[in-house]
């Protein structure tokens, strides 16, 4: 043991003596960097201005450790919304707390204008679609709002879950003010869905619809419920042989309460003819149905979209990657495969 301490003489012991210095510098610095964090979250003594209408979130917030994509207004300094309000000194927010406040200025703003009540669906990551809380948080707003209220809904989803859709179908076909989807980047699916319940459609210029046909059991319903025509009984396991009548079902379904709910602004024939043909009409399920396309099937729809719209619609920021050092031993051995980076801390997200 002595001679192994002695053995590393004056240059090793102060490279350990370097290393340990460094460690400890780190922590420092971490520990001083998520105390700065936890200042930033305060909320800054600016008063907002009072909505003319109650505005509506339905972003559901995804679990920790999903990081989300950067978007403007985010970083820490004072912005200008392009609704005339003024500044928003960001300084003392964190950058998903400023774009927060951005987002929820721009709505008010947008609210304010249109004199209606505005809704969000805006889902950006991929584990973040319309479910149940989604269905609670729409039902809740339209419920509440005047009777003859113009609804203003702003789209920004990947789709979701059936049931949770024809809730908030079912609470737009109930409000008798006019109701008016806006759909700045994408509202596929159980997206397209909610937009056709409204009375007008206005799309960004290269936004995008898609096909409404249900997928099951992560496979597209119109095709897995063909199996049993393709296939005899005796080739087809009981597994999917379920999954098959399963699939029948919820196609019936899509059929009966798409066309219940589709708004008669979009039945040019007063048939069920367009939602028959979003749901078996041969497309992927992740078909772009640009503006164009959309007018040609006679929805009512139109391309002015708002600047306000694509503001709100704006991703939250990316985190920033945290350095991790550790004190283990990593050396690859031979013939072994290189071990993997550690992944970078994720950042909480706003709801």
């Not at 809740?140 to 809904?153: E, F, K, L, S």
Request: charged share 20%; hydrophobic share 40%.
């Amino acid at each position: 043991m002595v001679s192994v301490l002695t053995g590393l003489g004056v240059v090793g012991w102060s490279g350990i003596a370097a290393i340990f210095v460094l460690l400890a510098g780190l922590t420092v610095w971490q520990q001083s960097r998520g105390r700065s964090d936890d200042d930033d979250v305060m909320p800054i003594p600016v008063p907002l201005p009072t909505p003319a209408k109650p505005v509506a979130s339905t972003r559901k917030a995804p679990p920790a450790g999903v990081a989300m994509a950067g978007g403007p207004g985010t970083d820490g300094q004072a912005t200008m919304l392009n609704d005339g309000s003024g500044p928003i000194d960001h300084s003392h927010l964190s950058p998903w707390e400023a774009h927060k406040l951005a987002v929820e200025r721009r709505a008010e703003a947008f609210a304010k204008q249109r004199g209606s009540v505005v809704l969000k669906v805006i889902h950006h990551e991929f584990d973040e679609y319309v479910d149940g809380d989604t269905a609670i948080e729409a039902i809740d707003i339209i419920r509440t709002a005047p009777a003859d209220a113009q609804i203003d809904v702003i789209l920004h989803t990947p789709g979701g879950i059936a049931s949770a859709t024809q809730q908030i179908l079912h609470a737009l076909k109930n409000h008798k003010g006019k109701k008016t989807a806006f759909v700045p980047y994408r509202a596929k699916s159980a997206g397209t869905m909610i937009a056709l319940a409204c009375d007008e459609i206005v799309m960004g210029s290269s936004a995008v619809l898609g096909p409404i046909d249900p997928q099951y059991a992560w496979m597209p319903a119109p095709i897995l419920a063909e199996l049993t025509q393709q296939k005899s009984a005796d080739r087809i396991s009981d597994e999917m042989m379920i999954l098959s009548k399963m699939a029948q079902q919820a196609v019936t379904e899509a059929r009966r309460f798409s066309c219940d709910y589709i708004n008669d602004a979009h039945k040019t024939d007063g048939t069920c003819d367009l939602t028959n043909d979003l749901i078996n009409g041969g497309r992927n399920h992740d078909y772009p149905i640009l503006p164009e396309e959309a007018q040609k099937f006679g929805c009512n729809i139109t391309t002015n979209m708002p600047d306000l719209v694509f503001g709100i619609c704006q991703p939250p920021p990316k985190d920033d990657p945290v350095l991790v050092v550790s004190m283990f031993n990593t050396q690859q051995k031979e013939g072994e495969a290189p071990a993997p980076a550690p992944a970078p801390t994720k950042p909480p997200v706003f709801r």
